[in-house]
């Protein structure tokens, strides 16, 4: 446990230490920035995180395989994966501890935007549950993100092949409760069930069901365990 | 600087079996096996592509053999992976660092990940620093480093944990002349206490460091023995060249009959007749063939120990060339 605790704090420090990460930051709150203003300039604006919500989700996509690419990718270009593997640490220790850094960064960002929430209540007086329940769900969603991010960092040496591939996984994710309309039937079903955004919905408004936190808490347990595996493999090959 | 003898050999540190890897359809090495006592010093040596590193990575744990085992100290680098590994400090060959870090913090992490406690590796950081003269250069960051310095922090990260085996993959390659002799030095002393298996390219190197050499090629081990040994002759068969004046066919039979003579073979130079004797190991013939050619009443005009160099050798065995 002592050594993932060494090997998060070792990816926290280099993340509030290089700029990659100040550039996801302020792209992440400009972006999102741009969708809160967006609604307010309606004669009849309604005092509601949801647009900033709809954006961070769609932003987030781009953004965090752009923190994970770095994490494994770069061991494997370096060589200094040789190192890490060869020292008395667990394959799980690696992932959770580059896991948990990026989640680490991931949840400062956010923090930071809780100056948008912070606008409507001393300017108006809107909702506190979808705040709440959205904050909730952005969170879970983030995390979901990061750890598809993480298992494609796992499996290449090359980070932007990394990030291309957590992108291309991401969109799929977040547009696949279209299938439910397009495909049909049971598979269109299964497929559309499989949807970020649809599970996201629900926080949106305010609702937060057990189904949708246990759909994301699966998606990161089951990102994590293929990550886990795939460096194990390595021991393999 | 001989090797060392006279140490307190112990049993098997490392013993590795039969081991076989393929990359693809390609062997990188096949059935190497040996053994590494406590204490030793051992060299691998072999020209580039032969799979020295290979080796160094499965013994590491960092690659699976395809075939065959090893163990650390009893335990199995593949079955008991962790304790294995709990047990090696490793060098690999390209010296792979985290570049955005200093030094200190980076073996600050380093001792951590081999599961030293903050304040082990608190004492211990300054002995490093100091073993492996890294005084003044503590808190610049690595990649700001020569790459003489940089192989200095790949060494001072494989043994801050005082690991019982040693594994350094060319650990003098691409370093100045100065910082070769240092690092030498500083692997013999570190062998006083700990095992280490090293490779290299340099005959030299490996026969100044080393107590036993593993000589291997195209994934084969082919000879093994201590460089002393080696460079008495790969059989066990010491040569020696005399030329002398008389005729053949007596001259011949004579100096097989001495006692020692294994083989003669004659070669006639333009009217100089020289004769390649082979003999027993670790014997000096000389006298014995001056005094048999003397008294026989003909003329010694040459007489000349052929010892064969490691080099010689090595090139020999790296090129398919039979002696």
Redesign the interface.
Known sequence: M??AQ??AW?EIQ?YF??PTAYIVGLIFLALTGFFFTQDLGDPFPEATLAPFFYGATIVFILLAPALTMRLLAEESK?????????????DWEVIVGKYVASLVFFLVLVALSFFYAILLFVYASPDPGPIFAGYLGLVLYGSAALAVGLLTSTMTNNQIVSAVVAMGILLALFFADRAFGSIGGLAGEIIGEMGLRGHFDDFERGVIDTKNIVYFVSVVAFFLFLSIRTLES???? | MGPKTGKNLQPDMIQAKGLTHYYGPYPAIQDVSFGVRKGEILGFLGPNGAGKTTTM?II?????PTHGSVTLDGYDV?EQ???A??R?G?L?E?V??????SVTNYLK??G????MSPKAIKTRIGDVVDVCRLGDYSKTQIGKLSKGFRQRVGIA?AIIHEPQVLVLDEPTIGIDPIQVVETRRLIQELGRDQTVVLSSHILPEVSMICDRVLIINEGRIVAEDTPKNLAEGLQGVDRLEVEVGGPVAQVLPILKGIAGVNDVAHVNNNGRHTYTIQAEAGKDLRNEISRAVISNGWSLQGLQLVGMSLEEIFLRLTTHEEL
Not at chain 1, 234 to 237: A, D, E, G, I, K
Not at chain 2, 60 to 64: K, Q, R, Y
Not at chain 2, 96 to 101: E, G, I, Q, V
């Open positions: 002592r050594t060494a090997v070792k280099i230490s290089s370096l060589g200094t994966i040789e190192l890490l593997l060869t020292s008395p640490v667990r390595r021991r393999w090959r | 990575r590491t744990g960092f690659v699976p593949v992976s962790l304790e590994r709990r090696v490793y690999p390209t792979p660092l985290y570049t955005d870090m992490y380093m951590t990940l081999r599961g990260q």
